[in-house]
């Protein structure tokens, strides 16, 4: 049965009454990543490697604004639910693609905060989002096939990473997108150690409850192998925005990997 992202919505009732019947899942010491990026960046990909690892807890996205402290409870319920009631690990994760869901300064200068920033190029970003939202009969749907609101929506994104980045305070990491699939054990290995886990992150990974379903990830995660392949990257040749979309979006990727990488720990 298909679950949908609505129907696990987090009441503060509900929290207050879970907090009473189960208050380990609140009160033991945790530490949170959160992989902060822009759509079709193998984000969902990443957050199942580290999911899978048993120090870790959460895979998907939570949607969810963070004004304080009570929002991380939020979270820790979330993946609680989300990763069959198991309430594991040292850390929990969420990650973050949309404006909507912004991080506050507290966080990101928190030393129990982790952010990984990850960042992929417009051309093959574009082609992926295309890909993603054909149906059946080839007919896309919604803002994801025109050119301009998905500009909109990549170089606005990237400006808002760019922000949160230099919040950041020695805690947090930048991987080019394309090499997590290139160069994945040398990529994760060097992750691995910067988060100063003893059991190290695999290029296999687990499926759970719900990946792939509706607002949990890349839609067609449960059509891929679990492990790390060429099958992750996407073909390019259907991407067809015009040249001055295509420029607009390359001077704001350029500027992002350098504030990236200028401000984080760069894994390559």
């Known amino acids: 049965m298909k679950i949908t992202h609505s129907e696990l919505k987090i009441s503060t009732l509900r929290l207050h009454l879970t907090s009473l019947l189960h208050p380990e899942i609140f009160k033991e010491e945790k530490k ?6 822009h759509m079709r960046c193998f984000s969902t990909l990443l957050c199942h490697i580290l999911g899978s690892n048993d120090q870790i807890s959460g895979y998907s996205e939570m949607l969810h604004p963070y004004d304080g402290n009570s929002d991380l409870m939020r979270l820790r319920y979330w993946t609680y639910l989300t990763q069959g009631r198991q ?44 890909r993603m939202v054909k149906n059946d009969r080839g007919v896309f749907n919604g803002w994801y096939d025109n050119q301009q609101l998905v500009l909109d929506y990549y170089t606005n994104r990237l400006a808002e990473m760019e922000n949160e980045c230099r919040q950041t305070n020695g805690n947090s990491v930048f991987i080019p997108s394309e090499r997590l699939i290139e160069n994945s054990e040398s990529v994760l290995k060097s992750l691995g150690d910067w988060l100063d886990i003893e059991d190290p992150l695999k290029t296999t990974y687990q499926m759970f ?43 704001n990727y350029t500027r992002c990997y350098d504030t990236l990488s200028s401000n984080c720990t760069c894994i390559n």
């Open 209 to 251: 409850r719900y990946s792939g379903l509706p607002c949990f990830g890349d839609p067609s995660f449960r059509n891929k192998k679990m492990k790390i392949d060429t099958h992750h990257m996407v073909n390019t040749t259907d991407h067809c925005a015009s040249p001055e979309i295509t420029a607009i979006a390359e001077k």
């Open 32 to 37: 949170y990543i959160f992989v902060i990026s």
């Open 87 to 130: 309430n594991k690990g040292n850390f929990v994760l969420d990650k973050i693609l949309h404006n909507e869901f912004t991080v506050p300064e507290a966080f990101l200068k928190d030393q129990n905060f982790r952010f990984v920033f990850l960042l992929r190029k417009p051309e093959e970003t574009f082609s992926s989002i295309r």
